[in-house]
């Protein structure tokens, strides 16, 4: 695993400083626009909730990108925090697979 010692930037912070500022939009407007409730867009602009798969499908819908743009944002903002949060992970030993 590559170490980074600089999290990653969520994905809500990406979608608030690179979406929605230069368009001028609001929360309101965005979680109108996405068909979501402004609450759950609020947790994902104030990095709070995570993108899921559906809400990858809106914004890519939304902004023209892709879905897995979203996601792979999530999932690497996820596995740095968890590899992070403790270090139990890196004892555990390797299986000897056949084959």
């Known amino acids: 695993m590559r170490t980074r010692q600089r999290p990653p930037t969520h994905p809500g912070g990406i979608l608030k400083r690179q979406y929605m500022e230069p368009l001028s939009l609001t929360i309101s407007d965005l979680a109108q626009t996405l068909g979501v ?19 990858a499908l809106r914004l890519s819908k939304a902004f023209n990108t892709t879905p897995e743009l979203w996601l792979n944002m999530q999932q690497t903002f996820n596995l740095w925090r968890a590899a992070h949060k403790s270090d139990k992970w890196q004892f555990v030993e390797a299986i000897a697979v056949n084959g």
């Open 37 to 55: 409730s402004r609450k759950t867009l609020s947790g994902i602009v104030n990095e709070h909730s995570s993108v899921t798969p559906d809400m």
